[in-house]
Structures are given as C-alpha cells and as structure tokens.
C-alpha cells in the first residue's frame, strides 16, 4: 500500500528557509515520480517540483527555479524539498504525490497523473 506522509511545514519569515520532507512506503523511489504541490486560500492547486527515475531527474515550476530544491534519499525512502528565500506567496498547504512511471520516460507536474498523495503541511510566510 503506497502512503507518502508530509512534514516540516511551519511559519517563517519572508527571505527565510525550510524544508519539507515526505516520507513513502510502500514503492521503490527510483519506480516512480514524486511531486510536490501546493495550494494557497482561494486558489487552484498548483505543481512545485517533481523528482523520479533512476537517475532522480527533477523538474522546477517557473515560479520556484532557483529557490525551491527537490532531492531524494532513496535508503530512507524520503523526497525533500528544500526553500529557499521564501516568499508571502508560498505560502499554502504543501501536498507531496507519487505515480509510477517506470518504463514509461515520463515526468511532470500533471496532478491528474499523481495517483497517491499525502495530507499536506501548512507552510505560512508572514512578517
């Protein structure tokens, strides 16, 4: 049974840091890809990053290249994701998901094609 579980979330400053981890059972990391999302009040949920493959090949929204870093730690079956420089606007419920994709070549930030996902943690970027 997948089950992939969020933390880390929390409230920090504008220009401040935290990283998230999601912690997965049940699947081989290097089978399938795991995105993180995030939804903010009154808005559409919306694809962050994404990490899969067996060479761990990632993939960054516009809004969070060169801030935002995904990493995995594939012996304790942990997808990270670091932020940076944090911005009132990232602040939303994070969401990490996973879909398989072995075989397949595929990677995306396409939530239709995430089959599991987590419960969220809140991250709050407030002076």
């Not at 795991?34 to 994404?50: D, I, L, M, N, T």
């Not at 990490?51 to 935002?68: L, P």
Request: charged share 20%; with cysteine.
């Amino acid at each position: 049974q997948v089950q992939l579980v969020e933390s880390g979330g929390g409230l920090v400053q504008p220009g401040g840091s935290l990283r998230l981890s999601c912690a997965v059972s049940g699947f081989t990391l290097d089978d399938y890809a795991v995105g993180w999302f995030r939804q903010a009040p009154g808005k559409e949920r919306e694809g962050v990053s994404c990490i899969g493959g067996s060479d761990g090949t990632t993939y960054y929204a516009d809004s969070v290249k060169g801030r935002f870093t995904i990493s995995r730690d594939n012996a304790k079956n942990t997808v990270y994701l670091q932020m940076n420089s944090l911005k009132f606007e990232d602040t939303a419920v994070y969401y990490c998901a996973a879909t398989l994709i072995y075989g397949t070549g595929w990677l995306g930030l396409e939530e239709f094609e995430y089959d599991d996902w987590g419960q969220g943690t809140q991250v709050t970027v407030s002076s």
